[in-house]
């Protein structure tokens, strides 16, 4: 049997452990990236094929004869042609619950690093701020606790509930905001009604057709001006202009993204290009911990294992068109 990872660049710098892997199928064929064109021949003679991102479409799959297995290393399955695969009868599987740890872990250092000013702390010390301070603490940028503030999560699965967990260890008063424009079930908040009370606002939800630019101005205008966004899910959950508006104009306090629409940006990216002062920009690291992306590729073994050995695996049923 043969097995092809079409970017393994962008799960590892050499600290992964790939025994599992191998002891699921071998050999391997490794490829740190790979193009369209390198896509349609480097799956044409494989059995198995996993791919973190890169587009895996018709073409590609009706030419790869051999083709058993798709395996996604992520939990997004956008970058495969699922109708496709299902005509062939290949099925398709992703990796769940992976990151969940690294991913709220991130959540709340960006809330930290928000609330306690940690960069125009660090800023002031290196242009000699505090050196030349009259006393030993200077407060020049005012200092927030989490404690008593309110979270606003929009997005209740796996890490929007973990991320509560974590706010209630802190003191946070959790608001789950429900689905926009529907009446709140119980234990939910209706979605307006968290942007206007929470204190922070954090995304965990997908991207689809119905979430693109979920917050934009209007979402924005009816926060709290102390409010701030926290944004680990998806960059085109937000209209990137209109929050940069917000910012500028101080309608909201304050934004940490981790990411945003078109990743890796171009030179035009308008994040990138006009960042504001209280903006905080991660590079799509929050799910990045070396644990796990240890357990995504343990995880992605143990599909390709129980696939041979006709036991249940993450197979995705969706199918378009």
């Known amino acids: 049997m043969r097995a092809v990872f079409l970017d393994f660049g962008s799960v590892t710098r050499g600290d992964m452990d790939c025994t599992a892997l191998e002891r699921a199928i071998s050999p391997w064929q490794f ?3 790979s193009s369209e064109q390198e896509v349609l ?3 044409r003679a494989a059995e ?3 791919s973190n991102k890169v587009f895996i479409g018709r073409a590609a799959i009706e030419a790869a004869e051999r083709l058993k297995l798709i395996c996604v290393a992520a939990t997004g399955y956008n970058n495969i042609d699922l109708q496709a695969a299902a005509e062939r009868n290949v099925p398709v599987c992703n990796v769940r619950g992976y990151a969940t740890p690294s991913v709220v872990q991130h959540v709340f250092m960006l809330m930290l690093n928000l609330a306690r000013r940690f960069v ?3 800023e002031l010390v290196k242009r000699g701020g505090w050196q030349t301070s009259t006393f030993f603490c200077p407060l020049d940028f005012g200092i927030q606790e989490l404690s008593g503030k309110a979270l606003g999560i929009i997005g209740y699965g796996e890490l929007g509930y973990a991320v509560a967990n974590i706010a209630q260890a802190f003191g946070m008063q959790v608001l789950i905001a429900e689905h926009k424009g529907k009446p709140p079930r119980s234990g939910r908040t209706a979605f307006d009604d968290v942007l206007r009370q929470a204190d922070f606002m954090t995304l965990h939800c997908p991207l689809s057709q119905e979430t693109q630019h979920l917050i934009s101005r209007r979402e924005l205008e009816l926060m709290k ?3 701030y966004l926290i944004n680990t899910a998806r ?3 937000v209209n990137e202009a209109d929050l940069l508006q917000c910012l500028s104009s101080g309608r909201i306090a304050g934004a940490a993204i981790d990411v945003i629409q078109g990743e890796p940006p171009g030179a035009d990216n308008l994040i990138l290009r006009q960042q504001s002062a ?5 590079p799509h690291v929050a799910w990045a911990s070396r644990e796990s992306r240890q357990r995504l ?5 143990d599909n390709i294992s129980n696939f041979f050995q006709h036991k249940s695996f993450n197979q995705i049923t969706d199918v378009l068109g």
């Open 31 to 33: 490829h740190y990236d």
């Open 41 to 43: 021949t480097r799956i």
């Open 48 to 50: 198995v094929v996993a």
């Open 120 to 122: 125009d702390y660090q």
């Open 225 to 227: 001006p102390s409010a």
């Open 235 to 237: 960059g085109g959950l």
């Open 278 to 282: 209280n903006l905080i920009v991660t």
């Open 297 to 301: 590729l343990d995880q992605l073994a």
